[in-house]
């Protein structure tokens, strides 16, 4: 699909444990810094519920769930934008990715070393965060010098391209993420150009301790406040948990999670999360051969939702015929809704809701 989350924080808190988890790839996860210095990639399955419960209502051959894509990247350390610790080819790999999932320690272990020698959460997020406003302040700065020099022709596009710059270089320079910006249009298709760091979308994981996964702690909490003082989603999992959870049989795992007090892997909601944060949604398709989960971005239209099946879906849209997923569902089958009137037919200009059953229908 292309949509991509990126996997960052400082060396040693738990980034390829998590990943590992993720992606069952089996990496190496070390105690010591820099330890995945090429970034890996895993392939995840989104979890869904709807679409088991439709796969089940027509006992469909193939089920094929949505997917998402993570990239661990190795740990950043402080003066990461000034090239410390290979930092200029580390943030290189975050300016890949679509979305970023910043993974804290909030747990404390002697035998894991940390980084700076002291588990705070508050300043392990601060350190990953002033790495890449840094970073961003040169790309601005050196923007800012070649706008200067365009606006000379006298060009009123660059002037106010420079007011433009002149305002994110400020937000930038008071410790502010590029993403906290409140721009016009002209000011949020200069910030896409820009490609900023700070501009992507962030949660916070906190990764606790396994006797911590159920009420938290104290570590958390100051995180918490943090991530909600800039608007951004925070969800805790115990790497830990996770990483045992992967080696287990799914009986065992069904077990292993009731014992634990936990209704589902602290992963299947980190995915979702993920999946939120990219502003995506699901769409399905129905029948005995295949049933499949498919990935659009919120506000997208039934022709583009089309063109993710297939090009000429799109080309050719004539019209799609919808049914929400709980109707059909509720239902039993789809000669039912259709007896009571409930499949829907839609025109290309037709926005695709989250949980719909579709139909297209095309010309070759």
Not at 5 to 26: E, H, Y
């Amino acid at each position: 699909m292309g949509f991509c989350c990126g996997i960052v924080g400082l060396p040693n808190v738990g980034k390829s444990t998590i990943f590992n988890a993720l992606t069952a790839a089996g990496i190496e996860s070390a105690n010591y810094p820099f330890c995945t210095i090429e970034p890996n990639v895993g392939v995840v399955p989104v979890p869904d519920e709807r679409l088991d419960h439709l796969a089940a209502m027509v006992r469909t051959k193939n089920k094929v769930n949505a997917r998402m894509e993570f990239l661990d990247i190795a740990g950043l350390v402080k003066g990461a934008s000034q090239g410390e610790g290979l930092g200029n080819q580390f943030l290189g790999h975050i300016r890949q990715v679509d979305a970023i999932l910043h993974v804290v320690r909030c747990f404390k272990d002697d035998n894991i070393v940390h980084v700076s020698g002291n588990v705070d959460p508050r300043q392990d997020r601060e350190i990953i965060n002033t790495e890449l406003i840094l970073a961003d302040l040169s790309s601005v700065r050196r923007r800012r010098q070649k706008t200067t020099s365009q606006a000379k022709s006298g060009d009123k596009i660059y002037k106010e391209q420079l007011q433009d710059l002149a305002a994110i270089e400020k937000h930038l320079d008071q410790g502010q993420p590029a993403r906290t910006m409140d721009l016009d249009d002209r000011g949020k298709i200069l910030l896409q150009e820009l490609f900023l760091l700070s501009a992507k979308p962030v949660l916070y994981v906190a990764n606790v301790a396994e006797y911590d996964i159920v009420s938290g702690n104290p570590l958390v909490d100051e995180l918490t406040l943090a991530a909600a003082a800039e608007q951004a989603a925070l969800v805790m999992i115990s790497g830990a948990i996770e990483e045992e959870l992967s080696q287990l049989a799914e009986d065992e795992r069904r077990d292993f999670l009731a014992d634990l007090g936990l209704n589902e892997p602290g992963l299947h909601r980190l995915i979702r999360k993920g999946y939120e944060l990219l502003g995506l949604i699901t769409f399905f398709t129905v029948g005995e051969k295949e049933t499949r989960a498919w990935t659009v971005i919120h506000g997208s239209k039934a022709p583009q939702a089309a063109g993710t099946i297939h090009s000429d879906f799109e080309r050719g849209f004539i019209r799609a015929e919808v049914i929400a997923c709980q109707e059909l569902l509720a239902c039993g089958n789809e000669a039912k809704a259709r007896e009571k009137g409930l499949l829907r037919l839609e025109g290309k200009d037709y926005i695709i809701q989250d949980g719909d059953c579709v139909n297209f229908r095309f010309n070759v």
